[in-house]
């Protein structure tokens, strides 16, 4: 049984950093996908970092360079780098799994297989 669970969120001021992480139960990381998504109020959720099941990463290009996504395939966990956060950034942050490796565009959500529950994340200016 799959199981993703995201910690790591909480409330910082604009300019800090956190770490986000996602815990997978029932998951090779070699063997899957992995990608984070965040969704802010009344916004649809959008694509933040992924990294294939072969440690390719990709980002959502109006992020790269403040976030890097980063995997432990022992500890079988997941990681978000997040600096220089801006309020903007504030959002529940999503953790997905998909069998296998994702081909092309890897921010489709209908590609993910699994969800965690999600973790906060609150920028103040």
């Known amino acids: 049984q799959v199981q993703l669970v995201e910690s790591g969120g909480g409330s910082v001021p604009s300019g800090g950093s956190l770490i986000l992480s996602c815990g997978a139960s029932?998951?090779?990381?070699?063997?899957?996908?992995m990608a984070w998504f965040r969704q802010a109020p009344g916004k649809e959720r959008e694509g933040v970092a992924s990294?294939?099941?072969?440690?390719?990463?990709d980002y959502n290009e109006s992020l790269k360079g403040r976030f890097a996504i980063s995997r432990d395939v022992v500890k079988s966990t997941v990681y978000l780098q997040m600096n220089s956060l801006k309020p903007e950034d504030t959002a529940m942050y999503y953790c997905?799994?998909?069998?296998?490796?994702?081909?092309?565009?890897?921010?489709?959500?209908?590609?993910?297989?699994?969800w965690g529950q999600g973790t906060q994340v609150t920028v103040s200016a």
């Open positions: 997905a799994a998909a069998r296998g490796r994702v081909t092309g565009y890897t921010f489709n959500k209908r590609t993910y297989d699994y």
């Open positions: 029932g998951v090779m990381l070699s063997a899957y996908s």
């Open positions: 990294i294939n099941s072969d440690g390719t990463t």
